[in-house]
């Protein structure tokens, strides 16, 4: 196959994409918008199924996300720069995957053509979370299913499901 009719994840790198190819790489699962604690002797992170308070939960979509920073200080863009530094970063996402230089997995929208394929593959983080808003102390939702379904994922990717 050429290389100009290769999908564009295959053929560009994170830094040569458009706005629109950029955005379309996320695949919602909402697993970045969680909670979590970092232990600060280890560096490992404890997840919770605590969610952001712009986090819509029923769509797993940021419920303002053009001006997101402002009203969420320490939420974090994500750039092509800053990746490669966040330890946190669920190892599903397809940002982290292109920049590890894998393909996207079966079960991403862009190779499904479904928009629900995420939470069909049990990636997304649907169903699971609890808004922060609803919450009174976040430590008490500390869980590892977070973290199982990047594992789960991750071996998914590692066998080669496509
Ligand atoms: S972890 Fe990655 S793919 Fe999932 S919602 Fe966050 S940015 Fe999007
Ligand atoms: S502000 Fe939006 S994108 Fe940022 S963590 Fe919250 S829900 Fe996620």
């Known amino acids: 196959m050429a290389d100009q009719e290769l999908p564009f994840w295959k053929r560009k790198t994170l830094t040569q994409m458009n706005r629109d190819e950029w955005e379309s790489l996320c695949d919602g699962c909402a697993k970045c918008c969680l909670h979590k604690f970092e232990d600060p002797d280890t560096g490992k992170f404890a997840f919770t199924s605590v969610a952001c308070h712009l986090l819509d939960t029923e769509t797993c979509r940021c419920s303002n996300y053009q001006e997101r920073t402002f009203h969420v200080p320490d939420c974090v863009e994500l750039l092509p720069t800053n990746l490669p530094h966040l330890a946190w970063m669920p190892k599903t996402c397809a940002y982290l995957l292109i ?11 862009l190779v499904s053509g479904d928009p629900d394929s995420v939470r069909k593959a049990g990636i997304s983080a649907y169903g699971r979370i609890i808004s ?10 500390i869980c ?15 066998r080669g499901n496509r």
């Open 132 to 141: 922060e808003q609803a919450v009174s102390n976040i430590e008490d939702h």
């Open 144 to 158: 590892d299913w977070p973290a199982d379904t990047i594992k789960k994922a991750a071996a998914r990717v590692k």
């Open 99 to 109: 920049h590890e230089g894998k393909d996207l997995p079966d079960w991403h929208p």
